[in-house]
């Protein structure tokens, strides 16, 4: 049921249309070129912070299902961004931390390839 990459595959996709994307861009083209980028800087974590991002990044998924809904990477763009502003807005520094741990990598991922000339669906970093 909870899928860790789902998730932070959904998240990028959810921070990229938040933060980044102008009308007419495709999001699934960045989230694609951009996912893998804030796989690899999660990856290089000390394992005991790694662990518990991905904890919290499992709990972010399973977060909707408490609230009577499906898990985070199956809801639609628009309930994912409402789950995100809550989290953002949340009480618990931990889930407001992870949330600006994202939006750091997906945003310094994003102007990053914008400012190359690349193709976005390239895998280039």
């Known amino acids: 049921m909870l899928n860790h990459q789902a998730t932070l595959t959904a998240l990028v996709d959810t921070l990229l249309r938040d933060r980044c994307l102008t009308a007419g861009e495709d999001p ?16 290089k974590m000390p394992p005991l912070t790694g662990a518990a991002v991905r904890l919290l990044t499992l709990l972010l998924d399973a977060w909707p299902i408490a609230r009577g809904t ?19 807005a949340s009480r618990l520094g931990p889930c407001r931390d992870l949330l600006r741990l994202h939006d750091s990598l997906v945003i310094f991922a994003w102007y990053t390839r914008r400012e190359e000339p690349f193709m976005p669906n390239q895998s280039t970093m």
């Open 28 to 43: 699934a083209v960045w989230t694609e070129a951009i996912t893998p980028f804030v796989t690899q800087q999660r990856a």
């Open 70 to 88: 499906r898990p985070f990477h199956r809801l639609a763009p628009a309930e994912r961004q409402a789950v995100t502003a809550a989290w953002r």
